[in-house]
C-alpha cells in the first residue's frame, strides 16, 4: 500500500510560480510512474503530467507544456510538480497519484492505483 501526501498549494499572482511536493509512504516510489491531475469546481479531473519509473521520461499536458516541470527525488521518495507562469485557468485542486509498474506513459485516471487527498491552488487575476 502506498499513502502519498501533497503540499505545496495556496493562493498566488497571475505570473506568479509554486512547487507542489507529493511524499509517499509504505513503499518506495522506484518502481512507480507518477502522476499529477486536477479538478476545479464543476470539471472532470484532469491529467497534468507523468513521470516514468526512472525519471526520464516526462509527458505534459499541452495546456502546461512549457510551465510546469514534473521531477522526482527517489532518496526523499518525492515527487515534484514546479509550476511556472500560472493563470487563473490553473486553479483547481491538484493530485498525485501513483501507478505500479515500468512501462508506458499514462494520462488518464484509472491508470493509477493510488491517490492524494490533494491540495488547492488558487491563481488570482
Known amino acids: 500500500q502506498v499513502q502519498l501526501v501533497e503540499s505545496g498549494g495556496g493562493l498566488v499572482q497571475a505570473g506568479g510560480s509554486l512547487r507542489l511536493s507529493c511524499a509517499a509512504s509504505?513503499?518506495?516510489?522506484?518502481?512507480?510512474?507518477m502522476g499529477w491531475f486536477r479538478q476545479a469546481p464543476g470539471k472532470e479531473r484532469e491529467f497534468v503530467a507523468t513521470i516514468n519509473w526512472s525519471g526520464g521520461i516526462t509527458y505534459y499536458a499541452a495546456s502546461v507544456k512549457g510551465r510546469f516541470t514534473i521531477s522526482r527525488d527517489s532518496a526523499k521518495n518525492t515527487v515534484f510538480l514546479q509550476m511556472n507562469s500560472l493563470k487563473p485557468e490553473d486553479t483547481a485542486v491538484y493530485y498525485c497519484a501513483a501507478r505500479a509498474g515500468v512501462g508506458g506513459i499514462f494520462t488518464a485516471p484509472s491508470d493509477y492505483n493510488y491517490w492524494g487527498q490533494g491540495t488547492q491552488v488558487t491563481v488570482s487575476s
Open positions: 509504505g513503499r518506495t516510489l522506484s518502481w512507480y510512474a
